[in-house]
């Protein structure tokens, strides 16, 4: 079945540098993409959602690329600020609808020192 | 607002003892699921349900149940406890393929 690799499991870096973080994925069907935001002792947060159509995508500060020929998906952070400290993780999406499944990268710890 | 609600939202069990992990979703969707989150293992698949119908069930164990009595609820009950179903578990409900989670119910089993 699908699997999703994630690195680096905890990343540092000072306040206003970028941050990137890389997933990949076994499963040249797969469609679906997302990266999620859980800050201490809370949920998930999503972040953004991409379709296997969408080499790029860019909100809010943060970029996600998608290169399906090397399986890979990337999430960069540009000029990171302390309040983007938490575990991000990948998830990549298994069936459709109602029988969807997420299959999770392990997820990286993000420190962004001010 | 919240929009999904989990209770609790932490929980101390003995083992051998039976629990029921509440989730209800205001996001109007027809699918919901649960994953667990623990220390040894990263977020994983448990369940899922369309119209309160059973999709999927990744669970190997019977002790896991889902329940829902509602088009919105979907429960959890765990029987037969075990310090290693110490973990905290997510209830997520989805629109079309993306799915949206509560703030989990952290279980700890002594």
């Given amino acids: 079945g699908e699997q999703v690799e994630q690195r680096p499991p905890h990343l540092s870096v000072p306040e206003g540098d970028s941050a990137v973080i890389i997933c990949t994925y076994t499963d040249s069907a797969t469609a679906y993409f997302y990266w999620y935001k859980q800050e201490p002792g809370a949920g998930l947060q999503l972040l953004m959602s991409v379709f296997s159509n969408v080499d790029r995508k860019e909100e809010q500060g943060l970029t996600v690329l998608l290169n399906k020929k090397d399986k890979q998906l990337s999430l960069n952070l540009t000029a990171a600020h302390p309040g983007d400290s938490a575990v991000y993780f990948c998830a990549v999406s298994v069936g459709q609808g109602g029988s969807a499944k997420l299959i999770f990268g392990e997820g990286t710890k993000l420190t962004v020192s001010s | ?110």
């Avoid at chain 2, 209800?24 to 969707?29: A, D, F, S």
């Avoid at chain 2, 765990?78 to 703030?103: N, V």
Wanted: with cysteine; charged share 20%.
């Fill in chain 2, 1 to 110: 607002d919240p929009k999904i609600i989990q209770k609790p939202k932490y929980l101390v069990a003995v083992t051998g003892s039976e629990k029921i992990l509440i989730c209800e979703q205001y996001l109007g969707h027809n699918a919901m699921y649960w994953y667990r989150q623990s220390a040894k293992k990263p977020l994983e698949f448990m369940f899922s349900y369309s119209y309160q119908k059973l999709m999927d069930n990744q669970t190997a164990s019977s002790r896991f149940q889902p329940q829902s009595s509602k088009k919105n609820h979907l429960d959890l009950q765990i029987t037969a406890l075990k310090p290693d179903d110490s973990a905290t578990y997510f209830c997520a409900s989805s629109h079309r393929d993306t799915q949206y989670f509560g703030p989990g119910t952290r279980l700890l089993v002594l």
